[in-house]
T-cell receptor, first 111, second 115 residues
Framework: EDKVVQSPLSLVVHEGDTVTLNCSYE??????LLWYKQEKKAPTFLFML????IEKKSGRLSSILDKKELSSILNITATQTGDSAIYLC???????????FGTGTRLLVSP | GAVVSQHPSRVICKSGTSVKIECRSL??????MFWYRQFPKKSLMLMAT?????????EQGVEKDKFLINHASLTLSTLTVTSAHPEDSSFYIC???????????FGEGSRLTVL
């Protein structure tokens, strides 16, 4: 059974801190790993990592895929209160384009 | 603006009634759409893959007769929760993949409350 696990489940930091969120996976026929940010409604896309693109960066956010370790990290530097959200990791596996989501990490950035 | 639109965003119904949720891809044609369910403080759980013009593919443990999925056109998939019970109360989210970029877009979600 395909599985995606995220850690920690929740995290509280102060504004300005740097955080690292973890995602590990065990899936059949890995295709890509995606990170999403979810606030009050549906998830919004952050990054997609594949075998040909294992590192992505956008502003204060960056992500790395380690295919050997079957894991990925999402880094957020100089955190802001607006970064408070649930961060979801999802893996696309198999041949049907469906995503398997991890448990999510709930991040709270306090002022 | 939204690329995938879901309607209604919020619905309250009585036990035993049926509720239909629509998912529309606005900027592209989607042969495949996905329906997820999310419980409070939990992650998204894939319920089924909706295939245009054919039957949906349900994940293990999801009742086909309870959660009816219809994908009658390339831009519309519907999820009908039949004979709803309070335990069906949840946040339902659909998604569709843009054919040119492969990016997955999510609808805004529909919060169902069954009294």
């Amino acid at each position: 059974e395909d599985k995606v696990v995220q850690s920690p489940l929740s995290l509280v930091v102060h504004e300005g801190d740097t955080v690292t969120l973890n995602c590990s996976y065990e899936v059949t026929n890995f295709r890509s790993l995606l990170w999403y940010k979810q606030e009050k409604k549906a998830p919004t896309f952050l990054f997609m990592l594949t075998s040909s693109g294992i590192e992505k960066k956008s502003g204060r956010l960056s992500s790395i895929l380690d295919k050997k370790e079957l894991s990925s990290i999402l880094n957020i530097t100089a955190t802001q209160t607006g970064d408070s959200a649930i961060y979801l990791c999802a893996v696309e596996a198999g041949g049907f384009q469906k995503l398997v989501f991890g448990t999510g990490t709930r991040l709270l950035v306090s002022p | 603006g939204a690329v995938v639109s879901q309607h209604p965003s919020r619905v309250i119904c009585k036990s035993g009634t049926s509720v239909k949720i629509e998912c529309r891809s606005l900027d592209f044609q989607a042969t495949t759409m996905f329906w997820y369910r999310q419980f409070p403080k939990k992650s998204l759980m894939l319920m089924a893959t909706s295939n245009e013009g054919s039957k949906a593919t349900y994940e293990q443990g999801v009742e086909k007769d309870k959660f009816l999925i219809n994908h009658a056109s390339l831009t519309l998939s519907t999820l009908t929760v039949t004979s709803a019970h309070p335990e069906d109360s949840s946040f339902y989210i659909c998604s569709a993949r843009a054919p040119n970029t492969g990016e997955l877009f999510f609808g805004e979600g529909s919060r169902l409350t069954v009294l």
